[in-house]
């Protein structure tokens, strides 16, 4: 049981590349979540997927596009990155995965992206 | 809208103080309250958490208190520990959303 599972672990991109983050849990987890993590600002919602098949703009979308490919597997590319993308991102899933944890987020490690 | 306010650190204390770090929100209805920790180069973990007015949550010698009538979840801890060093977060979730709080950082001296 590996719970949140995020690739790669760092990425140094030239401006205007473009990128796909990945993501995936094994919890069977209706809900997932991206964030970014800059400092002194603690985490915000970039998109979320509340079930397979649905996406919906968080607090900071733009610049970003999802994909939920599947139940487990929820994905983020940057198009043409930019260094104010310079970032920590975070996936998050949450819910339905046992009696206790409809509304706990668990969290992957992280992806280390600078954009030069 | 929905929020979070935590209190802005770092924080620094000697091992075996008494630590309290302030959190109060602002939500409709009734949201979850949450701590999570991240320890250097790491995701969130959750640490505790409180599902409805009154409830306390605890784990590792942490505690904190859903209180509704001050809007309040202060994460307290009776000793500290040089290993208790990290990033502290707090954060509600209401109606399948999650809100933080910016984050406090605590180190521990021995």
């Known amino acids: 049981n590996a719970g949140v599972t995020q690739t790669p672990k760092f990425q140094v991109l030239k401006t205007g590349q473009s990128m796909t983050l990945q993501c995936a849990q094994d919890m069977n987890h209706n809900s997932m979540y991206w964030y970014r993590q800059d400092p002194g600002m603690g985490l915000r919602l970039i998109y979320y997927?509340?079930?397979?098949?649905?996406?919906d703009k968080g607090e900071v979308p733009n610049g970003y596009n999802v994909s939920r490919l599947n139940k487990r597997e929820f994905s983020l590319r940057l198009e043409s990155a930019a260094p104010s993308q310079t970032s920590v991102y975070f996936c998050?899933?949450?819910?339905?995965?046992?009696?206790?944890?409809?509304?706990?987020?668990?969290f992957g490690p992280g992806t280390r992206l600078t954009v030069l | 809208g929905d929020s979070v306010t935590q209190m802005e650190g770092p924080v620094t204390l000697s091992e075996e103080a008494f630590l309290t770090i302030n959190c109060t929100y602002t939500?409709?209805?009734?949201?979850?309250l949450f701590w999570y920790v991240q320890y250097p180069g790491e995701g969130l973990q959750l640490l505790l958490k409180?599902?409805?007015?009154?409830d306390k949550g605890s784990n590792k010698g942490f505690e904190a208190t859903y209180r509704k009538e001050t809007t309040s979840f202060h994460l307290e801890k009776g000793s500290v520990q040089v290993s208790d060093s990290a990033v502290y977060f707090c954060?509600?979730?209401?109606?399948?959303?999650?809100?933080f709080g910016s984050g406090t950082k605590l180190n521990v001296k021995p």
């Open positions: 997927s509340a079930s397979e098949g649905t996406t």
């Open positions: 954060a509600l979730s209401n109606f399948n959303k999650f809100y």
């Open positions: 939500a409709t209805g009734y949201p979850s």
């Open positions: 409180a599902t409805k007015a009154d």
């Open positions: 998050a899933s949450m819910g339905a995965g046992g009696p206790l944890s409809t509304d706990t987020q668990y």
